[in-house]
């Protein structure tokens, strides 16, 4: 079984297809995950004139259903990993079992909570610079957070715009000493101490500025084509978290290089278990990996 349809979950089940494996694949709260909110993704290879997120999630689905991956509308809400075969429970209450089970169900970036910054997401608001940076190039964005996430993102975004707004909520980054040096020493990255974000302005085209809110009152408008949060991200593993071991932060810990966790027969790939890069090329290469390690599993058993 495979839990989680982004492009982990829907590699894995195309290489565990074509290993006759016999996958069954539960989509998840949002079939084609976090691709799904991007425009345009001009940074997978292999399409020349880039593709949109959408359409990428659901070549890589077409593709697995047609190499004979048994893809459901479902989300797991119980899981128990003590034994095989797996036990899962679904949302319809309906339980189901398997062999071997692949983990892929992401990570879900902390927003802010604004009305209007989900009115406008893929439309100027973002959470992956690296992502979606190239398409403010020589104009003005905002980054907010002020940990080393956040510093990464506005240094990389420092390189291609003409200027980059920090909008920091205290009057000190939290970011190690090196990064704070890299965005203190841009000259086009300026920090906004002590402000919160209070919405995000924007018409039919997009986004055209962010209103903010300083800790001695006052109230101003910034102009920006590009507002990106650099807050964190939340793996979603709290349902296999009293059986599979994770970081302080929940991301699930695997072994080595390989998927395996401390649960044999269990695998994880993806953003749920990898905080670092977050890119769908890195996810989809774990969705394969995990296949791999699935089946030399499955394949010890016979």
């Given at each position: 079984m495979i839990v989680g349809g982004g492009p982990a979950g829907y590699t894995a089940a195309i290489y565990a297809s074509r290993a006759n494996l016999s996958p069954v694949l539960y989509e998840g709260v949002q079939p084609g995950g976090q691709l799904?909110?991007?425009?345009?993704?001009?940074?997978?290879?292999?399409f020349e004139n880039g593709i949109s997120g959408q359409a990428l999630m659901?070549?890589?689905?077409?593709?697995?259903?047609?190499?004979?991956?048994?893809?459901?509308h479902g989300?797991?809400?119980?899981?128990?990993?003590?034994?095989?075969?797996?036990?899962?429970?679904?949302?319809?209450?309906?339980?189901?079992?398997?062999?071997s089970l692949i983990i892929a169900t992401g990570a879900t970036a902390k927003y802010l909570g604004l009305e209007s910054e989900e009115k406008f997401k893929g439309m100027g608001v973002s959470a992956c610079a690296t992502c979606d940076g190239f398409f403010y190039r020589n104009r003005?964005?905002?980054?907010?957070?002020?940990?080393?996430?956040?510093?990464?993102?506005?240094?990389?975004?420092?390189?291609?715009?003409?200027k980059v707004y920090m909008i920091v909520r205290r009057d000190v980054l939290r970011a190690s000493p090196a990064m704070q040096a890299r965005v203190l020493n841009a000259p086009n990255i300026e920090i906004l101490w002590n402000c919160n974000t209070v919405e995000v302005l924007g018409d039919l085209s997009g986004v055209t500025g962010v209103r903010l809110a300083a800790k001695d009152g006052r109230v101003f408008d910034i102009a920006v084509d590009g507002f990106f949060l650099a807050i964190g991200h939340h793996p979603n593993s709290e349902v296999f978290s009293k059986w599979v071991a994770t970081d302080a932060n929940g991301y699930i810990m695997t072994e080595g290089k390989s998927s395996?966790?401390?649960?044999?027969?269990?695998?994880?790939?993806?953003?749920?278990?990898?905080?670092?890069?977050?890119?769908?090329?890195?996810?989809a290469a774990s969705g394969c990996i995990a296949a791999l390690d699935a089946e030399k599993f499955l394949n010890s058993l016979k």
């Amino acid at each position: 079984m495979i839990v989680g349809g982004g492009p982990a979950g829907y590699t894995a089940a195309i290489y565990a297809s074509r290993a006759n494996l016999s996958p069954v694949l539960y989509e998840g709260v949002q079939p084609g995950g976090q691709l799904t909110t991007t425009t345009d993704i001009e940074n997978y290879p292999g399409f020349e004139n880039g593709i949109s997120g959408q359409a990428l999630m659901d070549a890589m689905r077409l593709q697995a259903g047609r190499l004979g991956t048994d893809i459901r509308h479902g989300i797991v809400t119980e899981a128990d990993l003590s034994s095989r075969p797996f036990r899962l429970v679904l949302d319809n209450g309906t339980a189901v079992l398997a062999d071997s089970l692949i983990i892929a169900t992401g990570a879900t970036a902390k927003y802010l909570g604004l009305e209007s910054e989900e009115k406008f997401k893929g439309m100027g608001v973002s959470a992956c610079a690296t992502c979606d940076g190239f398409f403010y190039r020589n104009r003005k964005v905002a980054v907010v957070g002020g940990g080393d996430t956040a510093c990464e993102e506005a240094s990389y975004l420092a390189g291609i715009c003409e200027k980059v707004y920090m909008i920091v909520r205290r009057d000190v980054l939290r970011a190690s000493p090196a990064m704070q040096a890299r965005v203190l020493n841009a000259p086009n990255i300026e920090i906004l101490w002590n402000c919160n974000t209070v919405e995000v302005l924007g018409d039919l085209s997009g986004v055209t500025g962010v209103r903010l809110a300083a800790k001695d009152g006052r109230v101003f408008d910034i102009a920006v084509d590009g507002f990106f949060l650099a807050i964190g991200h939340h793996p979603n593993s709290e349902v296999f978290s009293k059986w599979v071991a994770t970081d302080a932060n929940g991301y699930i810990m695997t072994e080595g290089k390989s998927s395996r966790t401390n649960v044999e027969g269990v695998f994880a790939a993806g953003d749920v278990q990898n905080p670092m890069y977050r890119q769908a090329v890195t996810a989809a290469a774990s969705g394969c990996i995990a296949a791999l390690d699935a089946e030399k599993f499955l394949n010890s058993l016979k």
